[in-house]
Each structure stands twice: as structure tokens, then as C-alpha cells.
């Protein structure tokens, strides 16, 4: 009768194996990003400064309702992302440091949902370029952001943005791949 019994519930056993409907969950994945290979042009038009950036990146002109002459947005169609560009001429010390202390105060708006932010002081001597590079680390809807100026007559400032929700484990990568684009735009950078 023992026998009987755990003769049937074995059977019972592998029938309930096999007619199993559950489900279980797969971890997100995200899209395979195929990287373009490094290439540069040259910006060179009628504003006050050069430098190079990436072939397949498109320079337009900014669009936007309080635009000025030399701004523009440096659009990466394939990330989906944007650097924002603007140029001030500069007229006063004060204009200056209110021009300085914008830009460190856009990058710390992020401190909400960032991780980290690094600074980096950018100084080239030789050419009278100095600024501060701003690494933002986290969750964030800039990821980069720097300003250059020459002290006395230029002020130069980028922020880097993507048209997606900032997700930073995903959109990592690209922000690596554009951050050397980014960094050769710095390194060539020259005022006219």
C-alpha cells in the first residue's frame, strides 16, 4: 500500500512538473551601441574662437528665442544627446564673475540626483584658455559641463544633454565615448 501510494505520487509529481506555466522576469537590457570611429573638423566661422569636433556630430545654430549670435548645439543624432554651446562677450569684471559663478551654479543644481561632481580646472597658458570642467556623476540631466574664457574679453560655456530619461548604469558608455570628443574640443580650443 506504501508502495501504491509513492508510485502515485511520483506520477502526480512529474505531471505537475510539466504543465509548469510560471513565469519568471528577465533582467532589462538595453540596445547594443555601435560607436562611430574618431574623426575631427574644424570649426572655424565668424566667432571669436576655434576648434575641433567630431565628424559625426552636426553644428547648428541655436534656435532658441533668446539666442545669440554665436551659440549653438552640437547635436550627436545617433545618441540622441546635444552639447549646448554659448559665447558672451565680456564687458566688465563683474559681467565676468556673474558669468563664472552661472556656471558653477548650473552644475550644482545636479547635486540633487548626482552621485559625484568633479571639478577639473582647464589651463592653458599658451593660448589664454583657462575655464572648469564639471563632471556630474549619477541620475542627472547634464552629465558634463565646462566654461573657458581668456579672463578679460571671452567666455565660453558647453552642457552636454540627452533627450532621454537620465538613466546613468545605461547611458554611461556614450557619456565616456563623448566625454574624449569633448576633451579634444577643450585641447584644440584657440581664441581668434
Same mark, same amino acid.
Given at each position: ?6 508510485? @502515485?505520487?511520483?506520477?502526480? @509529481? ?6 509548469? *506555466? ?7 537590457? $538595453? ?10 573638423? =574644424? $570649426? ?9 569636433? =567630431? ?5 547648428? /545654430? ?5 539666442? %545669440?549670435?554665436?551659440?549653438?548645439? @552640437?547635436?550627436?543624432?545617433?545618441? *540622441?544627446?546635444?552639447? /549646448?554651446?554659448?559665447? &558672451? ?26 552621485? !559625484?561632481?568633479? %571639478? ?9 584658455? &583657462?575655464?572648469? &570642467?564639471?563632471?556630474?556623476?549619477? *541620475?542627472? !540631466? ?12 571671452? $567666455? ?10 537620465? +538613466?546613468?548604469?545605461?547611458? +554611461? ?20
Amino acid at each position: 500500500m506504501n508502495r501504491y501510494f509513492f508510485l @502515485l505520487f511520483v506520477v502526480l @509529481l512529474t505531471f505537475s512538473a510539466c504543465n509548469s *506555466n510560471s513565469y519568471s522576469p528577465k533582467p532589462r537590457g $538595453y540596445f547594443k551601441i555601435d560607436f562611430p570611429v574618431k574623426a575631427y573638423q =574644424p $570649426y572655424n566661422k565668424d566667432c571669436p574662437f576655434s576648434f575641433d569636433y =567630431p565628424k559625426y556630430a552636426t553644428l547648428q /545654430h541655436d534656435s532658441s528665442r533668446d539666442t %545669440q549670435p554665436c551659440w549653438y548645439n @552640437l547635436s550627436f543624432p545617433q545618441f *540622441n544627446g546635444r552639447l /549646448h554651446l554659448t559665447y &558672451y562677450d565680456i564687458s566688465s569684471k563683474k559681467e565676468y564673475e556673474n558669468l563664472v559663478e552661472d556656471a558653477r551654479t548650473f552644475a550644482f543644481k545636479h547635486t540633487v540626483k548626482a552621485n !559625484a561632481i568633479d %571639478q577639473k580646472i582647464i589651463n592653458y597658458p599658451e593660448k589664454k584658455v &583657462y575655464g572648469v &570642467y564639471y563632471a556630474i556623476e549619477g *541620475n542627472t !540631466a547634464s552629465s558634463v559641463q565646462f566654461f573657458l574664457t581668456d579672463s578679460t574679453k571671452h $567666455y565660453f560655456r558647453a552642457a552636454l544633454y540627452f533627450n532621454e530619461r537620465p +538613466q546613468y548604469d545605461s547611458i +554611461q558608455p556614450v557619456v565616456n565615448f563623448i566625454k574624449k570628443d569633448i576633451d579634444r574640443m577643450i585641447s584644440t580650443f584657440k581664441w581668434k
